[in-house]
Nanobody, 121 residues
Framework: QVQLVESGGGLVQPGGSLRLSCAVSGHVRDIISITEAAWYRQAPGKQRELVAS?????????ADAVKGRFTLSRENARNKNALYLQMNNLKPEDTAVYYC??????????WGQGTQVTVSS
């Protein structure tokens, strides 16, 4: 199994930027078997929605609402595995709890505890 811990959320004014981080830990065998990594978000009173995702190869996929503003990246180093979400030109409608997500080759799915992002003046 893997553990996902998000950080980097906070309060930001409209037009501002934030960078979310998701630290990935666990057995090396499980970490290298991650076949999909993603960021989701859930606003109050709404369903959880996909923000950005990527597989082992290929370019990330983005929700239409964040295309051109958000960038997903992944770090795979010997001693550090992490997923990032760079968020630029933030809007009030981006306010939500953001969750890190990973799916392994065996089908197991893992979620982080979430980090709050609030965009307000």
């Amino acid at each position: 199994q893997v553990q996902l811990v998000e950080s980097g959320g906070g309060l930001v004014q409209p037009g501002g930027s934030l960078r979310l981080s998701c630290a990935v830990s666990g057995h090396v065998r499980d970490i290298i078997s991650i076949t999909e990594a993603a960021w989701y978000r859930q606003a109050p009173g709404k369903q959880r929605e996909l923000v950005a995702s990527r597989g082992r190869i290929g370019d990330p996929n983005y929700a239409d609402a964040v295309k051109g503003r958000f960038t997903l990246s992944r770090e795979n180093a010997r001693n550090k595995n992490a997923l990032y979400l760079q968020m630029n030109n933030l809007k009030p409608e981006d306010t939500a709890v953001y969750y890190c997500y990973a799916r392994l080759d065996n089908g197991f799915r893992y979620w982080g505890q979430g980090t709050q992002v609030t965009v307000s003046s």
